[in-house]
């Protein structure tokens, strides 16, 4: 009995080193003193005029029937394929809430932003359920204190060239995908940040306005 209570009072001890390591990893991950927040993302239809904002769930067209510009006309459409934007609000929090205020060198410079695709139903498979992931460039500063929108691709217009999106252009199905966002920079001292956030995407060959 005595070896049993030695063993048991062993595995806990293991358990206890192994749950405060577990935490202190999370505590510390990263050694930017600040966190990414993204307060919002939205989505802005290509064939529409901008938004300052974005909406959700963002509805992309497949393919748009253009009927002005150019030798395309009423009678004579022609078929454009254009990519979605997004917009996101991203802020800074800090990790220790008990330090000095925050200063220029906490200020986080974004620089790139990577975008893939999940589907509910498990069907992930990119090319064929999905469309092909990706990364774009785009650079913005977030204060240290305050926020900034970040605009970003999240459909590009390649993407409607390619399958699963071609295959909409001839069917009334609408697929909803969720868009995967990570936005990734360093603060003004050199620390890796980086956040992720989810836009849901509604694809189809819906009715040109």
């Known amino acids: 009995m005595k070896n049993i209570r030695t063993v048991i009072r062993s595995l806990t001890a293991v358990a206890l080193v192994a749950s405060a390591t577990s935490c202190g990893n999370v505590v510390r991950d990263g050694r930017s003193p600040s966190f990414l927040v993204i307060q919002k993302i939205g989505g802005v239809q290509g064939s529409t005029s901008s938004s300052t904002t974005g909406v959700v769930p963002l509805t992309s067209d497949v393919i748009t029937m253009v009927t002005s ?3 395309c006309t009423t009678a004579s459409p022609c078929p454009t ?3 979605d934007t997004g917009i996101a609000t991203l802020s800074l929090a800090a990790k220790d809430v008990t330090a000095a205020a925050p200063t220029s060198n906490n200020q986080v410079t974004i620089t790139r932003v990577h975008v893939s695709f999940t589907r ?3 069907l992930n498979r990119e090319g064929i359920d999905v469309p092909y ?3 774009t460039a785009s650079t913005v500063t977030v204060p240290p204190t305050g926020s900034v929108d970040v605009p970003f691709d999240v459909v590009r217009n390649t993407a409607k060239l390619e399958e699963p999106l071609l295959d909409l252009r001839s069917n009334l199905i609408i697929v909803s995908m969720m868009a995967n966002i990570t936005f990734y920079g360093t603060d003004q001292v050199g620390n890796a940040i980086n956040a992720t956030g989810t836009l849901q995407v509604n694809f189809g060959n819906f009715v040109d306005k």
């Open 69 to 71: 510009g150019g030798t």
């Open 81 to 83: 394929f254009f990519n």
């Open 120 to 122: 509910t139903d498990g």
């Open 133 to 135: 992931s990706f990364d």
